[in-house]
């Protein structure tokens, strides 16, 4: 069984790794050690056929976040590892690399750091097929080989930030927007304080609605750091005639706190950042919110050359009609093969029609910005069932309606919420179709 450590949220102390104070101080050291664990257990479980192991994500950049507990670390968010077989290798089946996953988190418990692994397997023609890309510009430029083939990262094609489609932003902020409905439950007691699952999910918002944004202004850069002082000198020649969809002043502030929250020592509860302790409320993610409803709509109108006053669904329509049919057919057999061909037959002429508009993607994305929309104030109205929204037409767009929450016009918006973010994680947060 993982370990669960138990904190006292007003006893944390968020850190950089760069800064620790004990043994496993140093440079990098809490990435090297966490790295040399995987690439032992990697090369332990599948020996030749295994040609790398590589690290990815905030902590291959040294900007994890941490938690000192005591006399152990917990890292907030998850370390991402990617593992290269040899070409004739057989990719390892799910339940294998489950078991894998649950052996790396149970062995770096032992060394007094607790966080949750992501592993994924491929072949080096992956590397080599990857297009511009967020992911892939950032694995090439900051991903570190911790085990195997040290040059594995050169099968990736070269290409610029400016390279990378506009759209691929936006569906960063789409894929924050719905993380957010994944924790919304903890605002349904309505706490004076921002709870800290929610405070830590509204920390990627604001670092990714830079990242989005900066990539719609050609700006984009890799690390946190560099995306904050490139939004400052934005932010700092803004004209006032600008058509940034907010000002960037006041957003920038925002983005520097998160930055100097994630990358720098902070002796502060985590359910709080610009306010002071005794002082704490929700308005810190009301903000968030509205600047993310924003910024998904303008970068939408980008997207399609829409002006003028267009709402977001219409605008949301405008981008789906502008995808060419072969399009919407991967991420729909991605579908089908996940839920089995035999087993899903009742969903095929559901499936169809929609297949026939648009990939998954849009549709969930479709649900998830509908509900988002009646943000801050859907909380509030838990339990309640009713809202201006009609949620058995918004389920209706979703790929999959779970078999036990077929009367979900009855339990009330968190229901839809917890679909949107289960078909999210089904079937979209591993797949660019």
Not at 30 to 57: D, W, Y
Not at 128 to 153: M, T, W
Not at 226 to 251: G, S, V, Y
Not at 330 to 335: D, K
Request: glycine share 6%.
């Amino acid at each position: 069984m993982k370990p669960q450590p138990t904190l006292a949220i007003e006893a944390m102390t968020v850190r950089n790794p760069l800064t620790l104070g004990h043994e496993l101080a140093g440079t990098g050291a809490l990435r090297e050690a966490i790295g040399r664990q995987v690439a032992r257990l990697c090369f332990q479980m599948h020996g030749e056929s295994l040609r790398a192991v590589v690290l990815t994500g905030s902590l291959a950049r040294d900007e994890a976040t941490l938690v000192e507990e005591r006399n152990s670390w917990r890292l907030l968010g998850d370390a991402e590892f990617l593992l290269i077989f040899q070409p004739r290798a057989s990719l390892p089946p799910k339940v294998a690399m489950g078991f894998l996953r649950q052996n790396i988190e149970t062995s770096i418990s032992r060394l007094g750091i607790a966080g949750e692994i992501s592993i994924s397997a491929a072949h080096a023609k992956y590397l080599r097929s990857l297009r511009p890309h967020i992911f892939a510009y950032e694995l090439k430029n900051c991903g570190q080989v911790v085990g195997g083939d040290s040059e594995i990262l050169t099968h990736i094609p070269c290409f610029s930030a400016t390279d990378i489609p506009l759209e691929d932003g936006w569906r960063l902020l789409s894929n924050r927007m719905v993380e957010q409905l994944e924790v919304l439950e903890d605002l349904e007691q309505r706490p004076k304080l921002l709870p800290p699952r929610l405070h830590y999910s509204t920390v990627k918002l604001y670092l990714d609605m830079a990242t989005s944004f900066l990539l719609f202004a050609g700006q984009y850069a890799p690390t946190y750091e560099e995306r904050a002082q490139r939004l400052r000198m934005l932010a700092d020649t803004q004209p006032a005639d600008d058509k940034a969809p907010f000002n960037l002043r006041q957003f920038c502030d925002r983005v520097r706190e998160c930055t100097q929250w994630k990358l720098s020592e902070i002796d502060c509860d985590t359910s709080s950042i610009s306010q002071p302790p005794g002082e704490r409320d929700c308005t810190w993610w009301e903000e968030a919110v509205g600047y993310a409803q924003e910024l998904w709509g303008w970068e939408l109108a980008l997207l399609t050359g829409s002006t003028g006053e267009v709402g977001n669904q219409e605008l949301l329509k405008r981008w789906m009609n502008c995808q060419p049919v072969y399009r919407h057919f991967p991420g729909w057999l991605h579908v089908l093969r996940n839920q089995g061909w035999h087993r899903s037959w009742r969903n095929w002429p559901r499936w169809s029609r929609l297949a026939w508009r648009a990939a998954p993607r849009y549709w969930v994305y479709g649900a998830a910005s509908e509900v988002f929309a009646q943000l801050p104030g859907l909380p509030e109205k838990a339990g309640t069932g009713r809202t201006d929204t009609d949620w058995e037409r918004l389920r209706a767009f979703l790929p999959v309606i779970l078999e036990s929450e077929k009367q979900a016009h009855l339990l009330g918006w968190g229901t839809l919420a917890k679909e949107i973010a289960w078909n999210y994680r089904t079937f979209l947060a591993e797949t660019v179709s």
